[in-house]
């Protein structure tokens, strides 16, 4: 089986008759219409969906099968996902994130860095995950500045490493000056 690109992910019931709330992930959230079956992670259970219509910022969505709110809500938090090769062809500087997985990640000097494992998103952007060959996986923002290029025909991505925050000895200011002193408030000196 091909990889699975997760499309969106049912939250919580929406009333009695068996209906949820759907975030789709999609450029035209309509799109999981179109995509047949949608697919748990495992693969192994599979999702019809009968009816969706538009809400505020999602979908209101309903799957054949599941006609009341109990079923509904055993359905919160579940992602559903297609296979890849479903999804439309993309333009020549367009991708997947699932295409990324298992690239070289490499700096902008051309040194090995390691491999994507992961594009991650836990609300306040996108982050690459990248495991290099010892040591623990770097999570960097998945942002233009720090990735300038994806070379999917190539096989890697160009990660500009960030400035790392070297920490401050007290008492000196970053360019190596001693620091002023605050004064503390109340207690003893």
């Not at 709330?21 to 035209?28: G, H, P, Q, V």
């Not at 969505?61 to 062809?89: C, H, M, Q, S, W």
């Not at 860095?113 to 952007?125: Q, T």
């Not at 401050?168 to 200011?173: A, I, N, R, S, T």
Request: hydrophobic residues 40%; glycine residues 10%.
């Amino acid at each position: 089986m091909s990889a699975l690109v997760c499309v969106a992910r049912i939250g919580a019931a929406h009333g009695v008759r068996g209906a949820v709330k759907l975030w789709t992930f999609t450029e035209d959230p309509f799109a999981v219409r179109r995509y047949g079956p949608l697919l748990a992670k495992d693969g192994k259970r599979q999702f019809e969906l009968a009816t969706a219509r538009e809400a505020k910022d999602h979908l209101v969505a309903t799957f054949k099968g599941v006609t009341t709110r109990d079923e509904a809500e055993r359905l919160n938090g579940i992602e559903l996902y297609v296979p890849r090769e479903k999804l439309p062809a993309t333009e020549a500087d367009e991708y997947y994130h699932t295409d990324l997985i298992g690239l070289a990640a490499v700096t902008t000097d051309g040194d090995a860095l390691g491999r994507v494992l992961a594009i991650h998103n836990f609300g306040a952007g996108d982050i690459i995950e990248i495991a290099p060959p010892k040591g623990t996986t770097m999570l960097l923002p998945f942002s233009n500045a720090v990735v300038p290029e994806v070379d999917i025909a190539g096989g890697r991505v160009v990660i500009a490493l960030p400035q790392e925050v070297e920490g401050e000895d007290e008492g000196e200011e970053p360019d190596g000056a001693p620091s002023a002193r605050r004064p503390r408030e109340g207690g003893d000196p």
